[in-house]
């Protein structure tokens, strides 16, 4: 049987094995239609025990026993910044002590400190945080079929016209198949896709710091073969064209860098033929379906921090609460 004295002990192993048991299911008090109890997934149970990881090495920094937990502390935890910034959002803080108040009830501690924190917050708030979005598969595709068409050739004075369009194509695949954040995509360099391509005719995408956002971490990407081929079509073209510069993605003939703002008006307008909502319209719900693609085809938050870029585990374990968050479809 859990005891505090066990979980001040060693707090991973207690809640390691708290999760797995019927005990945790019932914390959670949530039930089929046909009223029995409704267990917790291992998807589901890996979550949350990173997510209690993340508070153990906190209070091991803090030198805080589990059992000496205060709602102070509590609140200090969720409100970390790091770099000015909010570690965590607020419905995902809440769902940290939505957490804890399952252990502490387990554990029979009164007053619960996880609760008297849930009291202590701004709930109105929290309802303000908008979850990550994502596109449904069918979305996607319309999404693709919305894309920027290219000219008819007979209707081209060079063979070059209306290579913009063939651009923000190729862009916009780029950031639907591999989750890269627009920065990453505007500053995307010749020299980071892989000149080989897989048997499975995908490719591969070393991601720099270079020319790209302070926050942007290297790491690599597997592009599929569909958006390999988009890429690799347009990079032969960029070259015939003799464009300057190292961007993938130039912004004139001179090889300027393109404006984020330029490529949100081009995906905005991709959305608006796709008709589909123009409030989802940009970069992140595009980065949110290909987390969630990981995440259905068996990826860990380990993985998923990798092949995003990542610098915290914690931050692709929060992706698994957008993964059942489809946009209504319209």
Known sequence: MSTLASWDADPVRAFRDFVSTTAFSKTGRRLRADGTLRELSPASAKIYVFMFNNLAGWLQEQ??????VTQADLIRFINRTEKGKRVLNSKIAYRYLRLLERCYEHLDLSPNPAQLAILSVDRAHMT???AGRTLS???LERFFAALPADAPRKRRNTPFDGWKRRRDRAMQVVIALAGLKVSEAVGLLVSEVGRQAAIDGSIVLTITPDEKHDTSHEHEVTLPREGAEELRAWLDERETMALPGEFVF???LTGARMTRKTVYMQMRATFERAGMDLSRSGGRTLRNTFAKRQLDQGATP????????????????????TRVKPDPEN
């Not at 030198?63 to 000496?68: E, G, L, M, P, V």
């Not at 915290?312 to 374990?317: T, Y």
């Open 63 to 68: 030198r805080i026993a589990f059992s000496a």
């Open 128 to 130: 303000k945080d908008e």
């Open 137 to 139: 598969d069918a979305q």
């Open 250 to 252: 130039p912004a004139n």
């Open 302 to 321: 380990e993985e998923l921090k990798d092949v995003l870029g990542l610098a915290l585990e914690r931050s692709a374990a929060d992706y698994e609460f």
